[in-house]
C-alpha cells in the first residue's frame, strides 16, 4: 500500500489484543462487512486493512491514505470502536501510527 503514492502519506489505525481469538474473528469479520458496506470511510480516506495472528498480540490493522487530518482520523477510530463494539473489559489497544514515525491520538489512546 504504502509505495503507490496516493497512499505514501497515509497512516493506520492499530487494534491489538492478547490471547481473545473470538474476539479476533469477531471484529475482523465486522470490519470486512463494514468496508465492504463503505460504513467506516471519511471520504476515501481509507485504502486497506488487515488482521495479523502474533504470538504475543494479535493485530488489526487499517490503513488510512493520509495522516494530517486529526479529526477525520480521530472520526474513523472512533466509528471502528463503536462498530466492533468494544470495551474496556475487552483490554483492547488501540493507537495511530504513521510510517515510520509512531504517535498515539490521545483522545483513542486505550480502550
Known sequence: MWEDPANADGGKWVLTMKNNPELLDRSWSWLAMALVGEELDEGDEICGAVV?????????????????????????????????????????????????????????QYI
Open 52 to 108: 495479523s495472528l502474533r504470538s504475543k498480540a494479535d493485530r488489526i490493522q487499517l490503513w488510512t491514505r493520509s495522516k494530517d487530518d486529526v479529526e477525520k482520523l480521530n472520526t474513523i477510530g472512533n466509528r471502528m470502536v463503536k462498530l466492533l463494539d468494544l470495551s474496556d473489559e475487552d483490554q483492547i489497544g488501540l493507537e495511530f501510527q504513521v510510517w515510520f514515525t509512531i504517535f498515539t491520538l490521545t483522545c483513542l
